[in-house]
């Protein structure tokens, strides 16, 4: 075989389903292969490699498992990047593949190269793991140590760069079976200084971060906090951890609620998250009770805060041993009513119009794809969801145009579940050659683009800043005919009572449907 189909059997044996990519020579070979391949992965071709990124970054945030985008070196890895380091901040396992020119040429100056980039020094930054094939032989095992990599601990995007001249060569090699990574449970003494403190405590306060969805611990989540009587907010990159509806859950991190329920708590619980600059206020948030943080990546353990008790390992396998020693176990309940009545003040918060209504026509396993824009960002506290994977955002490098793409990735994984973009004007003409993707394979998206004419966000930040504004006015086509020009569906929402009815229409066409929102 050649090193082109050893890289796709080796992509089959890790359960790889779906590629999105965009075509060149360098990876003609890994194309030719997945031609005769194509009962097994399923290629969907985009329209820029910044979207191909967004997709995959999507499609794993969706399944939980790894989302994979291949693009040519140079430009094509370039303009992929700004999807990359979305992936990166969000902590999505995405493997990126991407050619290179033959290895003889290595030693070259790649300002002078046929596409020429030194990718590991450019994208060193955004990625979690980087392998550089030059021969064939070295294939099956850079493709098993990836996906070990994206597998592994906290996630994040991997590279994998193919010479071309590894690719053509020929071989017959082994084909390594699938690599589940490694997950690492508590030792003894860890799960006892936990339950030290958790049975000292009386009002433990549960804080759910993104580690809780990447390791799917919904329900042992749920557990944990029936054993506590104890309140769980999620971070902003944890949304999705619990059902929003759940007895326990009180909303996000950072809204009054969860700020009252940690300020009345004597043991804070966080479990995979980082502390971040959106959920700490730019790290001024003050922790002044025993923290207890339970994170696959060590590293993040004192990183932002120091913890009374860290544990470094795996959130779903901790909280199973930790359900496992609670069992039984009496411990004083300091809460009784509290966690209700915390839920209660939560539940009474009225959400703005457009979200409600939303929220009352998609179905409960609905994905919502939310870019950045003004809506999107009161969807955060307002739009409840239900499962993990459900609520797609760039809540960290805040990355305009993922709404689109990062939908179609989700629809990709999931094509008989209900996908929303949510998306200002701006944002998803960044990313809306890529409706052609959408209309081409048939997704039935229903892209929500609010019509305001400009860069409503920095608009507002210009006016509190120096009272004026500047650079933020927009000219934008007839999104109804932008829409129909690619074969897909447009409306048009002109006034607010219109907007529910225009939403349950656009979603029982069960067809690719951009609604504009005139704002």
Known sequence: MTGGHIFVECLKAQGVEVIFGLPGNHLDTVYEALYY??????????????????MAD??????????????????????????????????????????????????????????????????????????????????????????????????????????????????????????NGIRTAASDADIAAAMELICTAERPFILAGSGVSHSRATEELLE???NLNAPIAMTSMGKGSVPEDSPYSIGIFRDSVAQSAMAASDLVIAIGTRFTYRDTGNWTLKIDTPLLHIEA?????????????????????VLQQLNIALHGEKRTDGWREGVRQLRSRFTAIEPPQILREMRDVLPRDAIL???VNVTGYGALPHFPVY?????????????????????????????????VALSGDGGFLMTSPDLATAVMYELPIVT???????????????????GKRIGVELVNPDFVQFAESFGAIGLRVEEP????????????LDKPVVVEVMK
Not at 405 to 413: P, S, Y
Request: aromatic letters at 6%.
């Open 37 to 54: 391949n194509q009962d097994s992965i399923r290629h969907y071709v985009t329209r820029h490699e910044g979207g191909t990124a967004f």
């Open 58 to 179: 999507g499609y794993a945030r969706a399944t939980g498992d790894v989302g994979v985008c291949m693009t040519v070196p140079g430009p094509g890895s370039n303009n992929a990047s700004i999807g990359i380091c979305e992936a990166y901040t969000a902590c999505s396992p995405v493997l990126w593949i991407t050619g290179q020119n033959p290895s003889s040429l290595a030693h070259k100056d790649p300002r002078k190269s046929f596409h020429g980039l030194d990718q590991r020094a450019a994208f060193a930054s955004m990625t979690k793991h980087i392998e550089i094939v030059h021969r064939v032989e070295q294939i099956p095992d850079a493709v098993n140590r990836a996906f070990s990599a994206l597998r592994s601990g906290r996630p994040g995007p991997v590279l994998i760069e193919l010479a071309t001249d590894a690719l053509q060569a020929e071989a017959e090699l082994p084909i390594p079976p699938r690599n």
């Open 224 to 226: 944990f906090a029936r």
């Open 297 to 317: 990546d060590v590293d993040e353990i004192h990183k932002e805060y120091p913890a009374t008790l860290g544990i470094g390992a795996d959130a779903k396998l």
């Open 369 to 371: 794809s939310v870019d």
């Open 387 to 419: 499962s993990p994977g459900s609520f797609i955002f760039s809540g960290i490098s805040v990355a305009m145009g993922i709404g689109l793409t990062g939908a179609i990735g989700a629809q990709v994984a999931y094509p008989d579940r209900k996908v």
């Open 448 to 466: 929500l683009v609010m019509n305001d004419n400009q860069y409503t966000s920095i608009e507002r930040g210009q006016l509190r800043r120096f």
């Open 497 to 508: 009572g219109d907007f529910r009815p225009g939403l349950e229409k656009a979603l029982a």
